[in-house]
């Protein structure tokens, strides 16, 4: 499903604000936040944007480090005779901004962990794929056969 810059239920579709600077203000929120190890991949053209950061929290008296992966938003205007349908990255990131400060305050206003704050965004094993790619998987073990019961039997020692 495509959303549109004109969609009334999008917010933020009237900002200023250039795309540029709202990635230099993600990062100044990942500073003020104490989120360090910030990868940008920024490929527009690809429409390809997307921010990597590493979590660190002790989680049982234990360091722990997560990877988590925030993709921008797709937020499309429409096609007009003179232009071409294409991503509205000045809307987009202003959309991610405002999902990444919301997380990040709320772990720190509900004194909730980063790592829970942001738990579907984590990075699996090879960092291609986030928890949320992997939930649609949930679904197939619906679909595999259950294996038929193990039959006990019984025995009784024989009387002699």
């Not at 965004?121 to 595999?144: C, E, F, W």
Request: hydrophobic share 40%; net charge neutral; no cysteine.
């Amino acid at each position: 499903m495509k959303i549109y810059s004109d969609d009334p239920n999008l917010p933020y579709k009237t900002t200023k604000l250039k795309a540029l600077y709202t990635r230099s203000e993600i990062d100044g929120l990942f500073a003020k936040w104490g989120v360090k190890d910030t990868y940008w991949r920024w490929d527009p053209d690809n429409n390809e944007v997307f921010v990597q950061f590493k979590i660190v929290e002790k989680i049982d008296d234990v360091p722990r480090q997560f990877s988590a992966k925030v993709e921008a938003p797709a937020i499309w205007d429409r096609k007009t005779r003179s232009k071409a349908e294409a991503i509205n990255w000045d809307i987009s990131m202003r959309v991610m901004f405002w999902f990444i400060k919301s997380h990040l305050e709320a772990a720190y206003l509900l004194q909730s962990s980063k790592t829970v704050a942001f738990l579907s965004y984590i990075a699996t094993g090879d960092d291609s794929r986030t928890v949320k790619d992997l939930i649609p998987m949930l679904n197939q073990l619906q679909h595999l056969h259950a294996l038929p019961k193990p039959v006990i039997i019984d025995q009784e020692p024989e009387a002699t």
